[in-house]
Structure formats: C-alpha cells, structure tokens
C-alpha cells in the first residue's frame, strides 16, 4: 500500500486553555480536565492498529500521548517539529491585552499574515512549513501503516490546511477541541487528504476549544 494513515490528536485541557492565555513553547501541564480528556481518549483508541505514535515533546502533548501509549501499546516517541507555534514574547498574555498593547501587530495576527511572526516567535508560514515537513517524513516511514500524531491546535489547523488545500488566510470553519481525533491520509504523490475531523465522541463532557493554542 501506498499511503499512510494518520490519527491527529490535540493534547488535553490547560489552565492557560480556560484562562485564553497564549501556551506556545510554554511548557504548561495539563489540567485535572485534561488528564481525564486524555485517559478517555485512550480508552476509545487502546483497539486501534497503531504502528507508532509521535508527540510534540511540550509535557501537555506528551502526557497525552503517553495515557495513548500506555493503553494501545504502541511505541512513542517525541518530536520537536510536531510542537506549538511559537510566540515569542506573547506567549502567558492573552489576545486582548496584545491588542490593547500593540494594535497594529494584534490586527495583522487576527487578519493571519502568513509573514507576521510576534517578537522572537514564528510566523504562521514558518510553522506551516515546519508542520509539512515533518508530517511527510514520518509518514514515508509508515507506509501501509496508521500512525498518530499527538500535538497542538496551531499543528492541526496547519494539517486540515494542508489536507483540503485551503490558505493561511482562510477563515477557521472547523474545530480544534482538546482530544479531538482527527482522520487523514498521506501518500507520496497527493500529500495530505482529509478523512475525518474533530470527533470528540470519547467525551462525555467537550474540553474548551480554544483559539489561543
């Protein structure tokens, strides 16, 4: 077979999730809600064919990806490439208070500038770029193969982008929640296509779906 399978997989909640705070390479735990999202998520995937899983090396990722690991079986290991966008000297503020500090910079997040990076952070190019790289590598070694990939809502969004070949600047019609399980496939030739996005059916209540990552 020629092609791979790919379960995405957005950590669990954060306390910087419910307060709308800027994570990025901030290495923020999860929360009660978040080790419960991520235990449930276990349970619904412990059945499922895996031949590896892959997760940001950010702790709430991995601790995410572990639960995952310890009921499926299937061997883990991390990746710096799968982390969070960075957001340099943003990241612990929330949108409004950059907005109220720096309009000019918060307009040009909010309009996506593929080019706008905040102060020593990334842009959204720059992650996307980063996001395909790394997807395509780990795919070609799973060929014929499911894999998951446990990472963040910025690595998603820039997956579904990719999957239905929308731009930077698109509006966000779809969601990102904690947890949520999310289906593509990945061939040498077509790169990604979308399967299935954001089932959280494993929940029994829905994690905050936040915007902030």
Do not use: C
Not at 27 to 47: C, F, M, S, V, Y
Not at 188 to 211: K, M, R
């Amino acid at each position: 077979m020629h092609s791979t399978q790919i379960i995405a997989i957005r950590h669990g909640e954060t306390d910087w999730n419910l307060a709308a705070r800027i994570q990025g390479h901030t290495d923020i735990p999860l929360n009660a809600t978040g080790e419960r999202q991520a235990q449930r998520l276990a349970q619904a995937l412990a059945d499922t064919p895996l031949a590896h899983i892959y997760s940001s090396d950010l702790q709430r990722a991995l601790h995410t990806a572990q639960a995952l690991a310890q009921a499926n079986g299937a061997p883990l290991s991390t990746h710096a490439a799968l982390r969070e966008r960075s957001f340099g000297d943003y990241e612990g503020a929330r949108f409004t208070e950059i907005e109220a500090s720096d309009p000019p910079s918060a307009l040009r997040w909010r309009k996506r500038d593929p080019v706008f990076a905040p102060p020593q952070g990334e842009s959204l190019q720059a992650l996307q770029a980063r996001v395909a790289q790394v997807v395509a590598e780990l795919a070609a070694h799973h060929l014929g193969q499911q894999i998951a990939l446990v990472a963040h809502g910025g690595v998603l969004d820039s997956l579904y982008r990719l999957a239905t070949r929308q731009g930077i600047q698109a509006p966000r019609t779809w969601e990102l929640a904690n947890t949520s399980v999310n289906r593509l496939l990945w061939t040498p030739d077509t790169g990604l296509t979308l399967v299935g996005w954001g089932d959280t059916s494993h929940l029994q209540t829905q994690g905050l779906d936040e915007a902030t990552h």
